[in-house]
């Protein structure tokens, strides 16, 4: 079939369309499957074509997944047409430097339409072959037409090319804003200009070659005089009428003076004086310096330090630091386009710091500017003091209000999600769900508790390991507990949930999941506040690539195992990779090294600090998930919400068992008098 398509910048087109065909997604798209509806693609995706329908496509992603997307779901909305394309034909408008290993750009319709800038973004970032193929006939049609009539000339081979290089060579001129300000400045000076020259003696104008014949001057003499004296008339006019208006507002004069017409004419002369004076050239006119105040040139200069600090830290913010106290997001080295994997937070109190978080390298920075403001006043102090802690109280109760509103969603869904036994992730990591859930998408769901059981926050993960935190949301002593801890039994602490799942399954101890090497310090913290006479271990994640880089970067996994464990007392252990290695934790180890050498290697480490790791225990069947304390409150919640539900589903549940005990009765057969 023949659909009427376009891409997502609106050019439309005719897509002939056939089983078999690999076609190409403008937007995030959902299908139903014959269990249930999914994400099939986004932006870019390509799939293949299996069956066309009346109501729409069946089609299969990259990933193997089939699922019938109806013709609506890809509709266009402004113009009812279908977004989609071949998947490896895009328009010269739609695509955006695709990598490719052999890529073709083909203008069918000549290159007269096309120029720098669409032809830059039309390249492949090719790694072998890109090829240019331009239509002959239309090449030779544009340049017949630039031709003088009669021409008969033949056009060469080097003729055509020559004017697809022109074609593709141009850059269009666009105006700038100075070109704005340039026009803008030349009608004010000319608008000055003309007003100054109407009070210009007639030597001046003679000496500036303005004045023409004697006729000439002599009716500009009198259109001057008469343009002078009426341009007088007004000026004294309203400058009278201003000074009469001012002088009453201040109480200083009922009426007019008598030497109210010198000031008049002073002004009338200061008002020439000035026209004349805002006609001169730049370079003349003195230049006054802008001064700040020391409190502003102050606030200048630590914010300039601030931002110093973030590009020392790697993040890359797009302007200056807003340093207002609250939290901002901001791109960081080597992140891909979208991501912002860095945070800030600066204050411009009286003392002025900062926070610095780089996400990618796990690097925290609390930042103090090396100067204070100038001595304030005391009222002037205090005043500045009763703000930072207004404000302060103010972000507090926000942030509270906000993470119990996400935990409550927190625990919404996760009372929905349903308990979790295989899943790509876990599969590729070789590890178990030791309780975890999964969400309606698919996504693995790993609780985030505190020190108490209560469920603040969920981490979701894909199947291609991509991890998310719900947003606005507590992570900051925040955990995920795996096993149940015997009484005197050490506690390990890592980061990621596959590294503490291998962790558990090799040493038999609970393991705790921190989710990130910036949170182990308090979560070790919470831990040891809780427990006090519990051993630790923090089990560090080594980060062995980050020194070797061009621009050498910490150990981030090491040092913050170092700081958590020093902060408790407790031993660190951690992996030992080779340089060619690429691994960083216990997870990537016992992938190279095997279950049995990674038990013995943590064995070693540990024995010096008298902890003996329990025997293997063999693998037990699949058990439900853990019912903890907050699935408790959450169940009783749910019956205080909606209490009528309990006798109902208790009665059926009732009736249930006595049908089955009658049905097991009349099944067995009674015995023969």
Same mark, same amino acid.
């Given at each position: 079939m023949t659909l009427h398509a376009t891409d997502q910048n609106g050019a439309e087109y005719k897509l002939p369309l056939a089983v078999g065909d690999r076609v190409r997604l403008f937007a995030r798209t959902y299908a139903g499957t014959p269990r249930r509806g999914v994400v099939i693609g986004h932006n870019g995706s390509v799939l293949e074509v299996e069956r066309i329908a009346t109501e729409g496509l069946a089609l299969r992603n990259a990933k193997g997944t089939s699922g019938f997307v109806k013709w609506d779901t890809l509709r266009d909305p402004a113009n009812q047409r279908i977004r989609l394309t071949y998947g490896d034909v895009v328009t010269i408008d739609a695509i955006q430097s695709a990598t490719s290993t052999e890529h073709l750009n083909v203008l069918p319709n000549g290159s007269e339409a096309v120029q720098s800038f669409k032809n830059?973004?039309?390249?492949?970032?090719?790694?072998?072959?890109?090829?240019?193929?331009?239509?002959?006939?239309?090449?030779?049609?544009?340049?017949?037409?630039?031709?003088?009539?009669?021409?008969?000339?033949?056009?060469?081979?080097?003729?055509?090319? @020559?004017?697809?290089?022109?074609?593709?060579?141009?850059?269009?001129?666009?105006?700038?804003?100075?070109?704005?300000?340039?026009?803008?400045?030349?009608?004010?000076?000319?608008?000055?200009?003309?007003?100054?020259?109407? /009070?210009?003696?007639?030597?001046?104008?003679?000496?500036?070659?303005?004045?023409?014949?004697?006729?000439?001057?002599? /009716?500009?003499?009198?259109?001057?005089?008469?343009?002078?004296?009426?341009?007088?008339?007004?000026?004294?006019?309203?400058?009278?009428q201003r000074a009469v208006a001012f002088r009453k507002i201040a109480g200083l004069l009922t009426g007019p003076t008598d030497n109210e017409t010198p000031n008049v004419a002073r002004a009338g002369h200061k008002s020439v004086r000035t026209a004349r004076r805002?006609? @001169?050239?730049?370079?003349?006119?003195?230049?006054r310096e802008r001064r700040l105040s020391p409190m502003a040139q102050a606030k200048a200069e630590v914010q300039a330090e601030f931002a110093d600090a973030l590009y020392r830290a790697g993040l890359r913010p797009r302007s200056a630091p807003i340093m207002d106290g609250k939290k901002h997001r901001v791109p960081v080295e080597g992140d891909r386009r979208g991501?912002?994997?860095?945070?800030?937070?600066?204050?411009?109190?009286?003392?002025?710091?900062?926070?610095?978080?780089?996400?990618?390298?796990?690097?925290?920075?609390? *930042?103090?500017?090396?100067?204070?403001?100038?001595?304030?006043?005391?009222?002037?102090?205090?005043?500045? @003091?009763?703000?930072?802690?207004?404000?302060?109280?103010?972000?507090?109760?926000?942030?509270?209000?906000?993470?119990?509103?996400?935990?409550?969603?927190?625990?919404?869904v996760w009372n929905r999600a349903r308990p979790v036994h295989t899943h790509p992730y876990l599969t590729r990591k070789g590890v178990t769900a030791h309780g975890l859930r999964q969400d309606r998408k698919g996504d693995l769901l790993v609780p985030m508790r505190d020190a108490d059981g209560r469920l603040w926050g969920l981490q979701s993960i894909d199947a291609e390991?991509?991890?998310?935190?719900?947003?606005?949301?507590?992570?900051?002593?925040?955990?995920?507990?795996?096993?149940?801890?015997?009484?005197?039994?050490?506690?390990?602490?890592?980061?990621?949930?596959?590294?503490?799942?291998?962790? !558990?399954?090799?040493t038999g101890l609970?393991?705790?999941?921190?989710?990130?090497?910036?949170?182990?310090?308090?979560?070790?913290?919470?831990?040891?506040?809780?427990?006090?006479? !519990?051993?630790?271990?923090?089990?560090?994640?080594?980060?062995?690539?980050?020194?070797?880089l061009a621009v050498p970067l910490p150990n981030v996994g090491m040092e913050k195992a170092a700081t958590a464990a020093e902060a408790v007392g407790a031993p660190?252990?951690?992996?030992?990779?080779?340089?060619?290695?690429?691994?960083?934790? *216990?997870?990537?180890?016992?992938?190279?090294?095997?279950?049995?050498?990674?038990?013995?290697?943590?064995?070693?480490?540990?024995?010096?600090?008298?902890?003996?790791?329990?025997?293997?225990?063999?693998?037990?069947?699949?058990?439900?998930?853990?019912?903890?304390?907050?699935?408790?409150?959450?169940?009783?919640?749910?019956?205080?919400?909606?209490?009528?539900?309990?006798?109902?589903?208790?009665?059926?549940?009732?009736?249930?068992?006595d049908a089955a005990r009658q049905a097991a009765r009349s099944r067995t057969p009674r015995p023969t008098p």
């Amino acid at each position: 079939m023949t659909l009427h398509a376009t891409d997502q910048n609106g050019a439309e087109y005719k897509l002939p369309l056939a089983v078999g065909d690999r076609v190409r997604l403008f937007a995030r798209t959902y299908a139903g499957t014959p269990r249930r509806g999914v994400v099939i693609g986004h932006n870019g995706s390509v799939l293949e074509v299996e069956r066309i329908a009346t109501e729409g496509l069946a089609l299969r992603n990259a990933k193997g997944t089939s699922g019938f997307v109806k013709w609506d779901t890809l509709r266009d909305p402004a113009n009812q047409r279908i977004r989609l394309t071949y998947g490896d034909v895009v328009t010269i408008d739609a695509i955006q430097s695709a990598t490719s290993t052999e890529h073709l750009n083909v203008l069918p319709n000549g290159s007269e339409a096309v120029q720098s800038f669409k032809n830059y973004v039309a390249q492949s970032r090719s790694r072998e072959t890109t090829w240019l193929v331009v239509a002959d006939g239309r090449e030779r049609g544009e340049i017949m037409g630039k031709r003088a009539l009669g021409n008969v000339d033949p056009i060469s081979e080097d003729d055509v090319w @020559r004017n697809v290089i022109d074609n593709l060579s141009r850059q269009p001129e666009k105006e700038l804003a100075t070109d704005l300000l340039r026009r803008s400045n030349e009608v004010h000076t000319g608008t000055v200009r003309s007003l100054a020259t109407a /009070f210009q003696p007639r030597q001046q104008r003679e000496a500036e070659g303005r004045e023409g014949t004697t006729l000439h001057r002599r /009716f500009s003499e009198s259109r001057d005089e008469q343009h002078v004296s009426r341009a007088a008339e007004n000026l004294s006019e309203t400058v009278r009428q201003r000074a009469v208006a001012f002088r009453k507002i201040a109480g200083l004069l009922t009426g007019p003076t008598d030497n109210e017409t010198p000031n008049v004419a002073r002004a009338g002369h200061k008002s020439v004086r000035t026209a004349r004076r805002s006609v @001169r050239a730049a370079a003349e006119r003195p230049k006054r310096e802008r001064r700040l105040s020391p409190m502003a040139q102050a606030k200048a200069e630590v914010q300039a330090e601030f931002a110093d600090a973030l590009y020392r830290a790697g993040l890359r913010p797009r302007s200056a630091p807003i340093m207002d106290g609250k939290k901002h997001r901001v791109p960081v080295e080597g992140d891909r386009r979208g991501r912002l994997s860095g945070t800030y937070i600066g204050h411009l109190d009286e003392f002025p710091a900062g926070y610095i978080h780089n996400f990618k390298t796990g690097e925290e920075i609390r *930042w103090k500017a090396r100067r204070e403001y100038p001595a304030l006043a005391p009222t002037e102090r205090e005043r500045m @003091r009763a703000r930072v802690a207004a404000e302060h109280t103010a972000r507090e109760s926000a942030r509270h209000r906000r993470e119990t509103a996400v935990s409550r969603i927190a625990l919404a869904v996760w009372n929905r999600a349903r308990p979790v036994h295989t899943h790509p992730y876990l599969t590729r990591k070789g590890v178990t769900a030791h309780g975890l859930r999964q969400d309606r998408k698919g996504d693995l769901l790993v609780p985030m508790r505190d020190a108490d059981g209560r469920l603040w926050g969920l981490q979701s993960i894909d199947a291609e390991g991509r991890k998310l935190f719900m947003r606005g949301g507590r992570k900051l002593g925040l955990h995920a507990l795996l096993g149940a801890p015997e009484p005197g039994e050490p506690l390990v602490i890592a980061e990621g949930y596959a590294t503490a799942a291998t962790l !558990r399954e090799i040493t038999g101890l609970a393991v705790i999941a921190a989710f990130d090497s910036g949170n182990l310090l308090d979560v070790a913290r919470a831990v040891r506040e809780r427990d006090p006479a !519990r051993r630790i271990v923090i089990a560090a994640d080594n980060d062995h690539h980050l020194p070797r880089l061009a621009v050498p970067l910490p150990n981030v996994g090491m040092e913050k195992a170092a700081t958590a464990a020093e902060a408790v007392g407790a031993p660190v252990l951690a992996p030992r990779f080779t340089p060619a290695d690429k691994g960083t934790d *216990w997870n990537d180890y016992a992938a190279q090294h095997g279950l049995e050498a990674t038990r013995a290697i943590a064995q070693t480490v540990l024995g010096p600090h008298g902890i003996e790791l329990p025997p293997p225990r063999a693998a037990a069947p699949m058990q439900p998930a853990t019912v903890t304390q907050a699935d408790r409150d959450a169940a009783r919640q749910h019956l205080q919400v909606n209490p009528r539900t309990v006798p109902r589903q208790a009665a059926t549940q009732s009736a249930a068992r006595d049908a089955a005990r009658q049905a097991a009765r009349s099944r067995t057969p009674r015995p023969t008098p």
